[in-house]
């Protein structure tokens, strides 16, 4: 399966000289007059900046340094070294072309406008079309120029006028509105007719896993998963029903409906699929798990796939793993400063065990990722056993799980106790075997942390004590177990102030919330889709096992009776840290009912 890479911009710097004293190699593009321009300066975008006093004299030398090496846009340099935003930087712009700044997250994009111009030529100049006035198209572009106008006037055929916005946000607006399922109705006409001529020639039923590459079901199946990748989603959920196959996204935590197609292409859909990522397609009763390695708008993308047969026929579900996305620092999850630097201390232990504990979809991965990152050094050995290796670190030793070789997690753990370890980290402890081997390991002097399934911080403890681990060893192993959920936040673009609900407001008040005049939530716009809401933000509750705990454990304690010694003794629960998310309008009640009401 091969995608289109994306195309380089057109444009990329090549001239260099010396201009006051320092090396300025300025961007061609931005150089030149854009046709009707007033803008006070016109000219070069590094002086501007220095004329105005955004940035220094070195600064622009640095960033102009780089460009040599790089070829990108000195604008584009100067955001990414943190000297200027893009805010700024459009604004920037703006005041040197004299071209107005168009909000692209609340302006509409026109669909008939989308038709003038392709999606290649959208990416390779960062700009989309806003709307189509008469015989004028409006135009956004994160880097105008005259040329870009004249070649935009060419290709439409309409007279261009151009306004301004952020790369990001053009960026943006290209993946929300070229919309790579929207061939989709052609791909299942030309399939259905494909296949009722199979059927009237032939009284054989050819199995449907048989087809080219540019066969209908191969074309869905890319379109799926570029979309799926530009809407940001986690999961793809393909499930069939008696009259059609519902294909789902899970973006931000909360599933979408996307597509509904034939029901008569469920089979060939999960076959293509179990193709791609090297699964039996023959097996049809059996759950099976299986991954692959895809190339979207030039980024490598690792998707884990899952099938399992439902009375329906197969359904599967796609994990979607982004190469490129940057691990986060311990520092980044979002835990407040006094969790976050408890948390700290305890991960610098020589041994014990320290466990994630959440649901799935609830960042644990992320924690413990962040985790290693943060006390991996060359002095130590960490090693890892993971299904599957999510993030490649280059100073630490990873495990990949294979069940068909005979390694699984209690194996690998075995072996990995025989490579003298400092820090181990297990993927998940989900059998008595596997935990069983890792509470040995934190006893036996080396510091593992690991993630778990379970509601709380609290459950998780009991979860081990019911897995047939004795009280005494859970209790002389585990230094503390950190519970989390991830919320979504309130859309920044579309946040508005809005009366909750009586129910919001009862659970609010009777939750312990902080008094509160004004509630704010995402009214829904173009840059969240109309959801409200936009990315995550992880809550966290750190159960630390002091000896009082410790006695309680032994003793067999409820749930219910830890819970209440650990709030005593300081830790805050997920619903008191989601409903101070709440009283700093960060999200909302809702979202808090939706994913922490029983906590």
């Not at 000297?83 to 302006?107: F, Y």
Request: aromatic content about 4%; charged content about 25%; overall charge negative.
């Amino acid at each position: 399966m091969a995608f289109k890479k994306k195309d380089k911009r057109d444009g990329h710097d090549k001239g260099a000289k010396l201009h006051h004293g320092s090396l300025a190699v300025m961007d061609d593009d931005v150089a030149r007059e854009v046709d009707g321009d007033t803008g006070p300066r016109k000219g070069r975008l590094g002086d501007f900046l220095v004329s105005s006093g955004q940035i220094s004299v070195a600064q622009l030398d640095e960033a102009l340094r780089a460009q040599q090496k790089s070829g990108e846009k000195v604008g584009q340099i100067l955001v990414g070294q943190g000297i200027i935003d893009e805010q700024a930087l459009t604004q920037a712009l703006s005041s040197m072309h004299g071209l107005p700044v168009v909000n692209l997250h609340r302006e509409d994009v026109e669909v008939d406008s989308l038709v003038l111009i392709d999606e290649a030529f959208a990416r390779a100049n960062v700009v989309v079309p806003v709307k189509l006035v008469g015989d004028e198209l409006l135009v956004a572009a994160a880097e105008p120029s005259a040329t870009l106008r004249q070649r935009l006037a060419e290709l439409t055929g309409r007279k261009i006028t151009m306004q301004i916005a952020s790369l990001t946000d053009v960026r943006w607006a290209i993946d929300s509105n070229y919309r790579a399922i929207t061939g989709v109705d052609e791909l299942v006409e030309v399939f259905k007719v494909v296949d009722a001529a199979r059927r009237r020639t032939s009284d054989v039923v050819v199995a449907p896993e048989v087809v080219a590459d540019d066969a209908p079901i191969v074309q869905v199946v890319d379109r799926i998963l570029t979309q799926a990748m530009r809407d940001r989603a986690s999961d793809v959920h393909i499930e069939p029903s008696d009259q059609v196959v519902r294909v789902r996204f899970r973006i931000d935590g909360a599933l979408n409906q996307i597509l509904e197609l034939p029901a008569s292409m469920g089979a060939g859909l999960i076959s293509r699929i179990k193709i791609m990522a090297d699964m039996n397609i023959v097996e049809r009763r059996r759950p099976q798990d299986g991954q692959l390695t895809v190339t979207i708008d030039g980024k490598e993308v690792d998707v884990r796939v899952s099938t399992v047969a439902t009375i329906m026929g197969e359904k599967c579900v796609l994990r979607i793993l982004d190469k490129t996305r940057s691990v986060l620092r311990l520092a980044d999850l979002g835990m407040p400063e006094d969790t976050h630097i408890a948390y700290a201390k305890l991960v610098r232990a020589p041994f014990g065990m320290v466990l994630c504990a959440g649901p799935t979809g609830s960042g644990k991965t992320t924690t413990l990722y962040a985790t290693v990152s943060e006390i991996g050094n060359a002095a130590m050995n960490v090693m890892t056993i993971e299904d599957p290796v999510e993030y490649v670190f280059p100073m630490i030793n990873q495990i990949q799980t294979n069940e068909t070789a005979g390694l699984t997690f209690a194996t690998g753990l075995k072996s990995i106790l025989r490579q003298d370890p400092d820090v181990i980290l297990v993927g998940e402890v989900r059998d008595v075997e596997t935990t069983r081997v890792a509470v040995q390991s934190a006893l036996t002097g080396h510091f593992v942390i690991s993630s778990m399934h379970a509601t709380d911080s609290v459950s998780a403890l009991h979860r081990l004590l019911d897995m047939g681990i004795e009280s005494f060893l859970v209790a002389s192993s585990v230094l503390a177990v950190v519970g989390q959920r991830l919320l979504r936040r309130i859309c920044t673009s579309c946040k508005t102030t809005y009366e909750p609900t009586d129910e919001e407001l009862i659970f609010y008040e009777q939750s312990g919330g902080e008094p509160k005049e004004t509630y704010y939530h995402g009214a829904g716009c173009n840059f969240c889709s109309h959801t409200g809401y936009q990315d995550r933000i992880g809550i966290y509750e750190l159960l630390i096992m002091t000896p009082e705990i410790r006695r309680l454990v032994v003793g067999w304690a409820t749930q219910e009776e830890l819970r209440a010694l650990a709030v005593k003794q300081g830790m805050r629960t997920l619903r008191h840290e989601a409903l101070n998310l709440v009283a700093q309008d960060i999200t909302t009640i809702a979202e808090v009912i939706r994913s922490v009401y029983t906590l």
